[in-house]
């Protein structure tokens, strides 16, 4: 069965930093894309990072360039997002989601989490 299980989110304010877990069963992150999806109260669900299957490269959403690192740590199974120097409009729910073929920051991807709520205070 497959299982995508965030955590990581919290409150933090402005300037702060936060790193989320993706913590992954049924198949091996490895072989897989995984990307890291945000959606704010009242906004659509926007991609926000992706690494690509077998060590392929990452892709950034430009509000996340320079600020935010996506990782892999295949004996965990596990993907990362580090996030530093937070604004408040980085504030939402973050999903990580998987994909076998799919990659990038359009969000047709297979499997998706639960979510982890981010709260960037100004």
């Known amino acids: 069965q497959v299982r995508l299980v965030e955590s990581g989110g919290g409150l933090v304010q402005a300037g702060g930093s936060l790193r989320l877990s993706c913590v992954v069963s049924?198949?091996?992150?490895?072989?897989?894309?995984i990307a890291w999806f945000r959606q704010a109260p009242g906004k659509e669900r926007e991609g926000v990072s992706c690494?690509?299957?077998?060590?392929?490269?990452?892709v950034y959403a430009d509000s996340a360039q320079g600020r935010f690192t996506i990782s892999r740590d295949n004996d965990k199974n596990t993907v990362f997002l580090q996030m530093n120097s937070l604004k408040p409009e980085d504030t939402g729910t973050y999903f990580c989601?998987?994909?076998?073929?799919?990659?990038?920051?359009?969000?047709?991807?297979?499997?998706w989490g639960q979510g982890t709520q981010v709260t960037v205070s100004s």
């Open positions: 989601a998987a994909d076998l073929w799919h990659w990038g920051l359009k969000d047709n991807y297979d499997y």
């Open positions: 049924g198949f091996t992150v490895e072989f897989y894309s």
């Open positions: 690494i690509k299957s077998n060590d392929r490269g990452t």
